[in-house]
């Protein structure tokens, strides 16, 4: 299994990214996926998911109406659009499958996403 996350980089406050996660060596579109993020000194905190087929998506009150997740099961890829960016936004973005044990099983690298003027 791999997970490979990509499209971070350094943003004005108000601006716009979009990250994708590249998924290999699994199913991909049999199982839910996450974005997790971790800001600096503060631990992981769910930013949103989506089912397998993409017909659910669930987000953090702090991203709702910001954020968008979805997914291309075609090109085995996760993605997440991410508008009117924060300062609080900053923080390593990871992709992350559910297992059926009913938790995460594989973690991306993270891709670092700077929101700064």
């Known amino acids: 299994v791999q997970l490979v996350e990509s499209g971070g980089g350094l943003v004005q406050p108000g601006g716009s990214l979009r990250l994708s996660c590249a998924a290999s060596?699994?199913?991909?579109?049999?199982?839910?996926m996450s974005w997790v993020r971790q800001a600096p000194g503060k631990g992981l905190e769910w930013v949103s998911s989506?089912?397998?087929?993409?017909?659910?998506?669930y987000y953090a009150d702090s991203v709702k109406g910001r954020f968008t997740i979805s997914r291309d099961n075609a090109k085995n890829t996760l993605y997440l659009q991410m508008n009117s960016l924060k300062s609080e936004d900053t923080a390593v973005y990871y992709c992350?499958?559910?297992?059926?044990?009913?938790?995460?099983?594989?973690w991306g690298q993270g891709t670092q996403v700077t929101v700064s003027s």
């Open positions: 989506i089912y397998s087929d993409g017909s659910n998506t």
């Open positions: 992350a499958k559910f297992g059926l044990a009913g938790e995460y099983d594989y």
């Open positions: 060596g699994f199913t991909f579109s049999s199982y839910y």
